[in-house]
C-alpha cells in the first residue's frame, strides 16, 4: 500500500524499522583491519599460551625437592639444573626456577644457599589463555589491545558484521563534486555523506551514479542496487512534488511501508523494502538527510544486530527561545560550551539547507512532538557529536562580526580552542554576555560621547567586572559595484545589517551626521547578518550599496570607499579571564601571526590590538 | 649519552617526548577517505552555496514593487513573472516569490490578492555559506555531516596530519600469526596492537619483518626504517639482558635519551631519536607495550600536533587492595560496573603477559608514583576504554569458575549486557556479594547438611535477601592422563584449586570420607584458579590428577571419573533481580540455547537450570 505523505509519529516509524532489519552479511577480516568493527561470533582460544611451562626470570631450572635443606650452613650443589633466560622453556623434569642473583654458578656447576618453593618463577602453561577458553564473545567492538591478543593467541582473521550498502543519487540539478555548479545546479553531497556515516556503522558502501529524475532510470539503478546490496538509500526526490519518483519507483518495485515521518528536518522521508532489502528515501536537503541518517538509518542498523555508539547526553541550559510544532519530533543543531560550572547552548540556523549549521555544531536538541518548544534560560539535555573533551574545547563568541573571527579561529585550534561564534550584532553580543550565555562579546558600539563600548556596558551591564580587549581598529565604507560613497546612497538600493549591530548605528550615525535621511534609502529594511553577506548581496546584484568593513569587501574584490574608523573589542567577564580558553583567545589576538593576518586583510589598524581597557 | 635502564619519573619521560615530535606530514585525502581525520590547514569556500538566490517555494517570481495594494477586494494580475520551483534560480529582475497555492493561475498570467514582501520565500545566495568564509579550521576532527558540506562546497580533497610509523618487531623467539608457536616460541602480537592503535591517530604504518636479535640485523633494519618513516618503534630487546640490542642500535646510530620509566609495567621503554626521527623501544611483554603505548607514545603523538581523544573518566569503588611501589607510576587493568548507582571496579591479573587482562577489562588505574596503592574500598578515579554506554553495559560476576559462564557471556552479549567474570571460588564470591562488589556470585559450597549454598549465605549473609538461580546440577570429578579415581589419588601428583574454592570445600569432603590425609596427596597445596587450569596442568604433565567439572576435561580431551553431583547457582541480591542486566542474565540461563549448550558440553543436569531458591 502506499502511502504518501501521511505522516506518522517517529516512534511509529522506528516500530516499523524493527521489522524490517537489514540481512546484515559477515565480513571475515584480516585482524588488522578488525578495529572498530563487531565481532560476529565468539572466538576460541585453540591452544594455550603459554603452551608449556616457561620462565618468568633469568636463572636456573631446577627440581625443587633436590633443594630442600639448602641454607647458609649448608649449600647444596645441585646434580641437575639447566641454565635458562626469562621466556625460554622449564623442561618437564624441572618445577621451578632460581633467579640467577642467587646461584653461585661454576662452570657447568650451580650451588645454592637456600630451598626453592615448587613452580616458583614459573610462568605456568595456560597463565595467559587456556585452550579453549573464550577470548572474544559476539558483538563486541574490536579494540587495538583486543587485536595484539588475537594474534598471540594465533588468531589471523575474524569474522564481523558487515552490510552492503548501495546509495542512489538522484536529481537533475546535481553535478559531481569538482565540477562548479551552475545557476540552480546542486554539488552532489548527501551519498557522499551518507557513505562516511554507514562506514562508521560497519557498511561498506556503493554510490551510484548521478541519477536523473526519470522514474525509468531510477526504477533501473534501483533495482541492480537492490540486487547487489543489503541496504539502499536512495537521495532525494522522496518528497511528493511533480518530479519526486522516489516512493513510486519503491512501490512498483516492492513495497513503501511509511511515506513521511514527524521530524523536522526530515519529514519527507520514505520507509521501504525490496524483498528483504530495507529501502530509505533520504531527503535531499543535506540537514534533512543528515537527520534521517541520525535519527532512522542509524536506529536500524542498531536493530539489524550491530552495536552502535551512542553520544553523550549533558544537561545545558538554551540561550534562546525555541518555537517547534507540537505533533513533531524536532532536532536543532547547537553550539554548546561550559562557562563556569554550567553548559548553555545556543541554537544554530535551522534551515534544512544550511550545511554550515551542522559544520559549526557540537550537539544538538531533540524537541521531542508534545512539546511547542522551549523558552531561553530552560535547562534541557543535549546530545553531543563530538566527544566529552572536544566539547570542553568550545569556546562561545557572541556578537558582532568580523572576518577576522574566522583567523582567530583558526589561530586558537593551535591551542586545542574551538571557537564558536554567533553573528547576532553587538547589542546581541552584550545581552548575551549579561545573561552569562557567551564567554565573550566582540562589541564595536560607538557612544554619543564619541567613546566605544565602554558607556554601553555601563548602561547595560552596571556594576559588573568587564574586561574589554582589542581586536583591532577597523575601517568601515561602502561596499558597491561602482565605486559610490555614502553621498551618493540616496535613491540606491542597500543592503543594511540587522538591528541592534554596530554597523547599523554607525550608519545612522553618519547619515544623521549628512542629513541623509533613511527613508531616502530602498533597502534599508534588508538584514544581513554578516559583513561578508553584506558584500555578497552587492556583488550578486541584489543591492547596489551596503556598508562593511573593507577585508569584507576585498575578499569578493568589490570597490571600497572608507567612511569611519572603529574600535572592535571582545568584551569579557574579568572572572573568566583565567579561563585557559579565555587565554588562549587573548594569546592568539596579541600574537605576532594575527598582527600579520590584520596587515594583510587589510583596513585594520593593529597599533591597538590586544589593548585592555576595564570597566569600571 | 647511553642511559642504560637509569630509571626516570614518567613526567620527565614526557618532557623528553616534548622536544623530540613527530615531523608530521600533510597527507591530501579524498574527502571520502577524511572521516576522522585531522586537518592540516583552514579549508575556506571558493564560491557562495547558493550562489544566486533561489526559490525557497514552488511559485513564482516576482518584484515586489509591482504587489503593492493587492488585496482580495483589488486582486493584481501581474504583467511580469515567472514560474518557479523550489530550487531554481530567482532570476535577478525578480526580488520575491509567491507561493503557487496564493496564486491564480490562469494560462500565462498570474493573479494575486495579496502583496508580497521584497525577498519573501528566496533563498538568498551564500545563505549557507559566502565566498571566502572559513569551513573548517585546523586541527578539527572530520565528521561525516562535514565531508556533506566539504562536497556541497566543492571541496574534493583536503589536507590532513598524518605520520609514517615503522614498526620493528625484534625477537628470535618470534613467529608469524598463523604459524603454531613451538616450545618457547611466541607468535608476534606487538607490532600488531602498535600499528592498530597508530592507525587510529592517523599514523601510516609499515611493519618490517621478523628481525632477530641480533644487533647488525636490527641495525640495518633500523636504519631503513627511519630512512621511511616519521616515527620508528622497535618491539622487544628494550632492556638490559644480554640479548638486549635495541638501546645500543639506537645509540650506535642515533641518541637514547631515555632508557627506563618509572612505569610498571612498561619501565624497561627507550626513548631515543635518530635525526629528528623519535625512536621509541617497546618492552616485550605485551601489556608491557600496551602500557608505553598509551601512556608515552599517544602523549608523543599529541605532541606532534595531533589532537588525540582521551579516555572517559569516573570515580568508582575498588574491590580489593592494591599494593604498589613508591616512586612508580602503576597501571592496573579493571572491570568496572554500575552497581545500583555507584560504579565499582574490580583488578584484573597485573602480569605483564597476560594479554587476556587487556582483553577482559574496560577500563585502568593509575596509581601516581608517591602512592603505595590504595586499599579495597577506597574510591578512585578510573579511565575508560570502552565507550561510556558500553561500560553501563558490564555485568561483574564474581565467584566459582565454570567454562558455562564463557558460553553465558556470549549469550547475554545478543542483549547488549557484558558479562565480566573474576574467578575467585565461591568464597570469593560470598564476600564480593556481601560487599556489593558484584552484581552476581556463581557458588556451588557443600553444607554440613547435603544442601548447597544456603546454609552459607544464611551465616554469612544474614538477614539479607538473596536470591540463588540454579545455572545447572553439574558432575565434579578426577581429571587425569591415565583414568585415575579419587581412590588412586595418595602418591599422585596432584593440581588443586584456591582455598574457598566450592571445588577444594569438595575435595575435603570427598577425602575427609574416604579417610584419605591431604597429607597424603603431593601438590595438594599447588592451586589453579578454573577448571581449564587444573585441566591444562594434568595435560601439559604439571600434575597427574586434578578435580574438575566434566567439560573442562572434555575440552581438552582428557579422562574424567565422575566423584559427585553439586548445584552450580548464581547468588544475586534481591535488589537487583529487576536492573536489565541482570534479567539478560537470567533469560539466558533460561533459554533452550543454553540447555542445549549444557548437553553438548556434557557433565550437567540441566532438569533444575533456571530454578529459583529464596534467602531467607
Known amino acids: 500500500m502506499k502511502r504518501y505523505l501521511s505522516v506518522i509519529p517517529l516512534e511509529e516509524a522506528l516500530t516499523f524499522l524493527k521489522h524490517i532489519p537489514i540481512p546484515l552479511c559477515v565480513d571475515t577480516v584480516p585482524i588488522e583491519e578488525s578495529s572498530g568493527r563487531i565481532t560476529a561470533s565468539p572466538v576460541f582460544a585453540t591452544y594455550s599460551v603459554p603452551e608449556v611451562h616457561l620462565a618468568a626470570m633469568d636463572g636456573i631450572a631446577i627440581r625443587s625437592e633436590d633443594t630442600i635443606g639448602a641454607s647458609e650452613q649448608s649449600p647444596i650443589r645441585l646434580q641437575d639444573a639447566r641454565r635458562v633466560n626469562t621466556g625460554n622453556v622449564v623442561p618437564p623434569e624441572y618445577d621451578a626456577v632460581i633467579m640467577i642473583e642467587d646461584v653461585w654458578v661454576d662452570g657447568e656447576t650451580f650451588t645454592i644457599r637456600k ?30 589491545s583486543d587485536i595484539g591478543a588475537l594474534a598471540a593467541y594465533g588468531i589471523t582473521e575474524i569474522p564481523v558484521f558487515g552490510f552492503r550498502a548501495g546509495l542512489i543519487p538522484t536529481g537533475s ?27 562508521a556503522l560497519g557498511g561498506t558502501c556503493t554510490r551510484y551514479p548521478l541519477t536523473p529524475d526519470r522514474s525509468d532510470v531510477i526504477r533501473d539503478v534501483l533495482a541492480k542496487a537492490a540486487g547487489e546490496n543489503d541496504l539502499v538509500i536512495i537521495s532525494a526526490g522522496s518528497s511528493a512534488g511533480t518530479k519526486d519518483y522516489t516512493a513510486d519507483v519503491i512501490a512498483g518495485l516492492g513495497e513503501v511501508l511509511v511515506h513521511g515521518v514527524a521530524i523536522k528536518p526530515g519529514k519527507p522521508v520514505i520507509i521501504g523494502k525490496l524483498g528483504k532489502i530495507p529501502v530509505i528515501g533520504l531527503p535531499g536537503y543535506p540537514l534533512s538527510a543528515l537527520t534521517v541518517l541520525r535519527e532512522l538509518v542509524t536506529p536500524l542498523v542498531r536493530f539489524s544486530g550491530i552495536p552502535v555508539p551512542e553520544p553523550g547526553i549533558i544537561p545545558a541550559r538554551l540561550t534562546s527561545t525555541l518555537h517547534s510544532d507540537a505533533g513533531t519530533d524536532e532536532f536543532v543543531l547547537l553550539s554548546a560550551g561550559r562557562i ?36 531561553a534560560g530552560e535547562n534541557v539535555l543535549i546530545s553531543l557529536t563530538v566527544t566529552d573533551h572536544e566539547a570542553e574545547e568550545a569556546i562561545l563568541v557572541t556578537g558582532s562580526h568580523d572576518p577576522v573571527l574566522d583567523h582567530l579561529s583558526e589561530l586558537v585550534r593551535h591551542e586545542r580552542v574551538d571557537l564558536h561564534s554567533s553573528h547576532v550584532g553587538s547589542m546581541g553580543g552584550l545581552i548575551a554576555l549579561k545573561r552569562n550565555d557567551c564567554h565573550a562579546a566582540p562589541v564595536h558600539l560607538l557612544a554619543p560621547n564619541g567613546d566605544y563600548n565602554i558607556p554601553f556596558l555601563e548602561k547595560y551591564l552596571p556594576r559588573q567586572e568587564i574586561d574589554l580587549v582589542c581586536v583591532a581598529g577597523r575601517e568601515q565604507g561602502i561596499v558597491s559595484r561602482e565605486g559610490l560613497s555614502i553621498d551618493d546612497l540616496p535613491g540606491r538600493s542597500f543592503i543594511n545589517r540587522q538591528k541592534g549591530s554596530g554597523t547599523r548605528v554607525l550608519l545612522d550615525h553618519e547619515l544623521h551626521l549628512r ?54 573589542e571582545i568584551a569579557i567577564r574579568r572572572e573568566h579571564m583565567e579561563d585557559s580558553r579565555i587565554s588562549a583567545l587573548l594569546g592568539a589576538i596579541r600574537s605576532p601571526r594575527f598582527r600579520e593576518i590584520l596587515r594583510e586583510l587589510g583596513g585594520y589598524d593593529d597599533s591597538i590590538t590586544g589593548v585592555l581597557r576595564q570597566v569600571p
Chains 1, 2 share one sequence.
Open 340 to 375: 563556569g560550572s554550567s553548559w548553555v547552548a545556543t541554537p544554530l540556523s535551522r534551515g534544512a539547507g544550511i550545511q554550515m549549521s551542522a559544520v559549526r555544531s557540537n550537539a544538538y536538541l531533540r524537541i521531542i512532538s508534545p512539546l511547542e518548544g522551549y523558552e
Open 173 to 199: 540539478e546535481l553535478v559531481a563534486p569538482g565540477i562548479r555548479p551552475g545557476p540552480g545546479q546542486v554539488v552532489e553531497s548527501n551519498t557522499r555523506m551518507a557513505a562516511s556515516w554507514l562506514s
Open 515 to 568: 542629513g541623509i535621511p533613511k527613508e531616502d534609502i530602498p533597502g534599508y529594511e534588508r538584514e544581513a547578518t554578516t559583513h561578508i553577506g553584506v558584500a555578497l548581496a552587492v556583488k550578486t546584484g541584489e543591492a547596489e550599496a551596503g556598508l562593511c568593513v573593507y577585508s569584507a569587501a576585498r575578499a569578493l574584490g568589490l570597490p571600497f570607499v572608507p567612511v569611519a574608523k572603529e574600535r572592535y
Open 115 to 144: 630451598p626453592a618453593s615448587p613452580w616458583q618463577h614459573v610462568r605456568p602453561a595456560g597463565e595467559d589463555i587456556a585452550e579453549s577458553e573464550m577470548i572474544l564473545p559476539s558483538l563486541h567492538r574490536i579494540r587495538p
